[in-house]
């Protein structure tokens, strides 16, 4: 235990007992070490913690169990924790409200009112002051709030619901139909679907969705997901009778989308191979008898977004021959690239988005990781550009192209989302929802600076905090990032970074190469052999930070999840030094073996195959779990995960957390924080949100030598 945290505790009057449990804590639990060593591609690889893929061995659940009861104690007993949980508290109670849909018209949105665990689906009649009703309400379905509804779709004709449930954070979902006017159940039952929505006929007797076939009893969880189906459900039937509408007994790692043109003249498949950031588009004509799935647009070459279709001339957002993006109209009669009319040609900034409503092209580009939208008439001739209020992000413009108005969200690192109502037509814009947070934007002040990686590239980074505090080089500074799968992060609210900054810590975003805010260069930039890059934009934040006055290496934390834990896990083992705490959540962390667990094999297209030994190299080169060095003193890190994460394998997590504690040489602690009952993160209940929030931001403030103040 580090002398400072023993003084802080002393100044709590705590007693000898307590301070005497405080260092019991660290502790750490015994996870037994094999002698594990593989020859992979002529390369001595160690392994001593495999028998952690066993997470339902009874030597793995001791493990997690003393694992959970340590990070529950340490973290139960920081300052200041129990201040910020109730901050957090104070700041989720107000009303959240989704964007309505509008299907024949009804309007279709969820709201959350308060601290509900979950939200709750809502319906009423598109007119003014028509009467809101309870649709479907998740907080009914389980006593913890651990079932959420992970999908909707409402039927043409606005009389069905088709929703998806998933429980405990898993990504598999069950898929049910409700009869809306009634609230009733029907006797519909849909299980082992992934990776999937739902599409429902123009003429309202059915949908489609995609599923697996059922695992192995025990490999629901683990087992490596293979061979994706696209089906259709005729409403009434058992699912031993829906009709399957493609498959490929070929291609096991290709997975399907379906979806049902406007016109009700087709089926288009989206066709995705793990190669983000690619795909191909199949199709078939309905209502013709004997008419076969047609390979319009192969998968791999490039990405191809379906915007809308006048017959057989089709709008797609596509990258080809155009890497950050253009809106194309081919037609189906004959679609060789060479006929294909470009509609909206590439700019300087990448196309991000688009959709057609009333006959009018959203497009929606980003202007160095901030949004700028420009409506287009079908000819591609600009009609004007969306007012925005300064550095800001933007989502919504669903509707059909009969619909002359719509709705969008506009949000940003300080501004709370507000929902828009806008008519084409007139262009004008006016306030549908605007949240009634415990949080003033105006306090805050957001600025984007641009500084150069280690090869002199140009990175952009978001900096978010308090107008007028004194930054005098000691500020706690949150650093995070993603850099990967052709995702972009753009500026966002977030109630868990509003409480850090109210707190007096300062936000930091980089857009780091891998991602795809500057086309696919960018993304492309970050992938296999050039992920290093990645992690040399993040490192070069750090640095960055510290030399321009904002922090010390001493109070620099840095937090991500997924791929983004996958940054935190190699940066923290390469540059130790330079950061004060760390919080890889949910990470891909073991490079060698991502790939044999769950959907893990679609992210080689990003990362590379660790059984061909050019990849295996780079990959084993920065791999977290591998590059962990005995004797080194690393900063404080809380490593989380979900016990039910099928997305991202918690033993990821598991593995890398007890090879940092053996390691460890430092007092800095090394916790493993693991959620039960919960997932990758979609779904969590807002109760186990705060407690985790209050948990991360509670460790980072002791870990940086900070005191939480009053809030």
Not at 374 to 386: M, P
Not at 681 to 695: H, N, Q, S
Request: glycine share 10%; hydrophobic share 35%; net charge negative.
């Amino acid at each position: 235990m580090d002398r400072r945290k023993l003084v802080t505790l002393a100044t709590l009057g705590l007693s000898l007992i307590a301070l005497q449990a405080e260092v019991e804590k660290l502790r750490y639990p015994e996870a037994r070490k094999s002698d594990l060593v593989e020859q992979l591609h002529g390369q001595a690889v160690a392994d001593p913690y495999r028998w952690m893929e066993e997470i339902d061995s009874e030597e793995t659940k001791a493990w997690v169990a003393a694992q959970a009861k340590l990070a529950q104690g340490y973290l139960s007993q920081l300052p200041g924790r129990e201040r910020i949980e109730k901050r957090l508290e104070e700041i989720w109670d107000y009303d959240k409200i989704s964007m309505p849909r509008r299907e024949s018209g009804r309007l279709f949105y969820s709201r959350q009112s308060g601290l509900q665990n979950q939200a709750v689906l809502y319906w009423r009649e598109d007119e003014a002051g028509a009467e809101e009703k309870v649709l479907l309400d998740p907080n009914r379905l389980s006593a913890d709030g651990t079932v959420a509804l992970s999908g909707y779709s409402v039927s043409e004709d606005g009389k069905f619901l088709a929703y998806g449930l998933s429980s405990s954070g898993s990504d598999w979902k069950e898929w049910r139909v409700r009869e809306i006017d009634s609230g009733n159940d029907q006797p519909d039952h849909i299980r082992w679907s992934k990776f999937s929505g739902a599409s429902w006929t123009t003429d309202s007797k059915g949908f489609c969705y995609s599923r697996f076939d059922e695992p192995k009893e025990g490999e629901e969880l683990k087992g490596a997901n293979y061979y994706h189906k696209l089906y259709y459900h005729k409403l009434g039937d058992g699912q031993s009778q829906d009709e399957l509408l493609y498959e490929r007994k070929d291609e096991k790692e290709w997975n399907f989308s379906g979806h049902f043109t406007e016109d009700g003249a087709y089926l288009l498949i989206h066709v995705f191979t793990g190669d983000f950031g690619k795909n191909g588009i199949f199709y078939k004509e309905l209502g013709v008898e004997g008419a076969e799935v047609v390979e319009l647009l192969a998968p791999g070459d490039a990405a191809y977004d379906y915007i809308g279709n006048d017959g057989s001339s089709f709008y797609f957002r596509t990258d080809k021959q155009a890497p950050k993006g253009r809106v194309i109209a081919l037609d189906l009669t004959d679609p060789d690239p060479g006929q294909w009319s470009e509609i909206l040609p590439e700019t300087a900034h990448k196309l991000e988005e688009v959709s057609l409503v009333g006959d009018t092209f959203f497009a929606t580009y980003q202007v160095d990781a901030r949004h700028r939208v420009t409506l287009f008439a079908l000819d591609g001739s600009e009609i004007r550009d969306l007012e925005l209020p300064g550095i800001a992000t933007v989502y919504g413009f669903g509707g059909t192209r009969e619909d002359q108005d719509c709705y969008y969200l506009v949000t940003g690192f300080a501004r709370p989302a507000t929902i828009y109502h806008y008519e084409i037509e007139s262009g004008k814009s006016t306030v549908y929802k605007e949240p009634e947070v415990d949080f003033d934007p105006d306090k805050y002040v957001t600025k984007q600076v641009f500084y150069k990686s280690k090869d002199g590239t140009r990175v952009p980074m978001f900096i978010c905090h308090k107008k007028g505090i004194e930054l005098d080089g000691r500020r706690p500074v949150y650093l995070t990032g993603y850099g990967g799968f052709d995702i972009s992060l753009t500026p966002g609210f977030s109630l868990s970074n509003a409480v850090w900054m109210e707190m007096g810590g300062i936000f930091a975003q980089p857009n780091l190469r891998g991602g795809g805010e500057y086309g696919e260069a960018w993304h492309e930039a970050g992938k296999k052999a050039l992920k290093q890059n990645v992690f040399d934009d993040f490192i070069a934040a750090g640095e960055w930070l510290i030399e321009n006055g904002y922090t010390t290496h001493e109070r620099l934390a840095i937090g991500g999840g997924s791929n983004g834990g996958l940054l935190v896990g190699a940066c923290l083992v390469q540059r130790p030094e330079l950061f004060g705490a760390a919080v890889p959540a949910v990470g891909v962390l073991d490079m060698l073996r991502f790939h044999k667990f769950t959907i893990g094999w679609a992210w080689q297209g990003e990362y590379g195959s660790p059984d061909e030994a050019e990849e295996f190299r780079s990959l084993y080169a920065y791999s977290p779990y591998h590059r962990v060095a005995d004797g080194v003193e690393y900063p404080a890190t809380m490593v989380t995960t979900g016990d039910h994460d099928d997305r991202v394998f918690p033993a990821h997590s598991f593995k890398f957390g007890a090879r940092l504690q053996a390691a460890q040489a430092g007092e800095a602690p090394v916790l493993i924080r693991i959620e039960t009952k919960a997932g990758h993160g979609a779904g969590t209940p807002t109760a186990k949100i705060i407690e985790a929030v209050a948990d991360k931001w509670a460790f980072l403030f002791d870990a940086l030598g900070v005191d939480v103040p009053e809030l």
